[in-house]
């Protein structure tokens, strides 16, 4: 049983993580009948890696990254302050600026450099009924790949900013700081999407 899965690929030497999946209740085996209830974006997968080989999607072993459990304490979190239920299946999906996994940001926007063909996640073309945007600030690199991000089809979208101490409901541009999970306050995020939750 595991609340995360994704499928990996390897590429000129580098793995990448794709359709990643953050389930709000633990499954034993992902079903065509489960649910996207909405996505987040944030740089790229970090220093999670496949629990086993497999073509398709396989739980993760976590090996320290702390992004996604915290995404999924905030939706069960914004659940039990909605007092709505959990429908069976249920999961929010991650997307990524680029998908090349390393733990090492720094790291990883060299390895991206030297792989131009560096594969997207098909799952961009999905709707979704919220996209929240945790990419972060402004960044030489990472700013070219945030437009793609402009023809996402979300009903809602949100980012937590910091300098307003608030939650902004529309996409974030290029500049904006879109804050990471990583040091955010969760309350405000939780009652946000306690509302979309809610409708």
């Known amino acids: 049983m595991s609340h995360y899965w994704a499928k990996f690929k390897t590429m000129g030497g580098q793995r990448f993580r794709l359709d990643t999946r953050i389930y709000l209740d633990a499954i034993a085996a992902p079903d065509d009948q489960d649910a996207v209830i909405g996505c987040i974006i944030g740089k790229n997968p970090g220093s999670a890696v496949a629990s086993k080989r497999s073509s398709q999607l396989a739980p993760i072993a976590l090996s320290g990254d702390k992004f996604l459990p915290t995404v999924l304490s905030v939706l069960r979190q914004s659940y039990r302050r909605a007092q709505r239920p959990i429908v069976p299946g249920s999961y929010v999906q991650v997307l990524n600026l680029f998908y090349l996994c390393d733990r090492d940001l720094t790291a990883a926007k060299r390895s991206l450099k030297s792989c131009p063909k560096a594969p997207l996640c098909p799952t961009e073309a999905q709707d979704f009924p919220w996209a929240w945007f945790a990419w972060g600030g402004s960044d030489r ?3 070219p790949l945030k437009p793609r991000f402009d023809a ?15 939650v902004i409901a529309r996409r974030p541009t290029s500049q904006d700081l879109a804050k990471h999970t990583q040091g955010m306050p969760q309350s405000t995020v939780v009652t946000h999407l306690a509302k979309l939750t809610g409708r």
């Open 152 to 166: 996402l089809s979300s009903a809602r979208s949100f980012y937590y900013c910091k300098d307003q101490g608030r």
């Open 141 to 143: 690199v990472l700013d």
